[in-house]
């Protein structure tokens, strides 16, 4: 150990004494603890120089203080959204309004024309809604005048309002608007045209006694690998039937038809055979 203070009047290191950082070595370390434990001052610059461990709690503790910030994924919407709060009053006002004007199309095109002026976008929700109104009120002609007008905006041109709008033709005896409108459905959206609307088609060549219409669209029904329900099958082999066509009304009733039917017996709903059903219904 190298010192640089002398020794006082024999009573030990003076306060000018400095003693080297603490060696590992054995000799070093005895050396260091007498003479520590003999002056005072030299234990407090010993103590002075120890620094006080860190615990791994109080580490994970600072660590667990730090905020951490993570910066969001910024969310790129592919659609606009329509709010559709107020919707229901707007139809209510567009059936108020139309179900008070004369029957004349510039009469309603005008009306419907103010009715959406100071929209920024397009009715489309409450022009929806208000379609479903007239349609369980009966109000066919409305129906197709509201429908007609939002086609011609360019809007709500789907399978459901194409289907309301052929039920319309159908009510209001309008058979050669709702084929123009089909034949129009059938070149702009051939494959995806839904069951439910060629069943509308054919229900409605059924209503106005046309059964070659409804072998027509059965034929593109075949075509597009559309299956028919129950009713729709009926209509079509009995529109063979009427055309003198009985072996393809049997084939149609035959590859369509289910094999099974459901019927209540004895308050049980109960399955039976269609041709066990037949067979006994005629010997009965």
């Known amino acids: 150990m190298i010192c640089r203070s002398s020794w006082v009047m024999g009573f030990g290191f003076s306060n000018s004494c400095r003693i080297p950082p603490l060696q590992t070595a054995s000799g070093f370390s005895l050396l260091t603890t007498k003479l520590a434990t003999s002056n005072p001052h030299l234990k407090c610059f010993l103590n002075q120089n120890k620094q006080p461990p860190v615990s791994n709690s109080n580490a994970n503790a600072s660590k667990k203080n730090k905020l951490v910030v993570k910066v969001g994924k910024k969310e790129q919407h592919l659609w606009q959204k329509r709010d559709s709060a107020g919707s229901g009053q707007k139809a209510l006002n567009l059936v108020r309004i139309v179900s008070e004007l004369p029957n004349e199309k510039h009469a309603v095109y005008g009306a419907l024309d103010k009715w959406t002026a100071w929209e920024t976008e397009f009715p489309l929700i409450a022009a929806a809604k208000a379609l479903r109104i007239l349609r369980k009120r009966g109000q066919w002609l409305r129906v197709i005048q509201v429908a007609k007008w939002m086609l011609s905006k360019g809007q709500g041109a789907t399978m459901g309002t194409y289907d309301t709008l052929l039920l319309a033709f ?56 559309v299956r028919p329900d129950e009713d729709t099958v009926r209509r079509i082999a009995s529109a063979f039937q009427r055309v003198g066509q009985d072996d393809k009304q049997k084939l149609v009733l035959k590859k369509y038809l289910s094999k099974w039917k459901y019927i209540h017996f004895k308050g049980e709903r109960v399955r039976v055979r269609r041709d066990a059903w037949y067979e006994s219904g005629s010997t009965n």
Do not use: C
């Open 170 to 225: 159908d009510k209001d005896h309008r058979a050669d608007e709702a084929e123009s409108l089909w034949n129009m459905i059938l070149h702009t959206q051939t494959r995806s045209i839904s069951k439910r609307l060629f069943s509308r088609m054919i229900s409605l060549y059924d209503h106005h006694d046309m059964p070659n219409k409804i072998i027509e669209v059965f034929a593109d029904m075949e075509e597009l690998g």
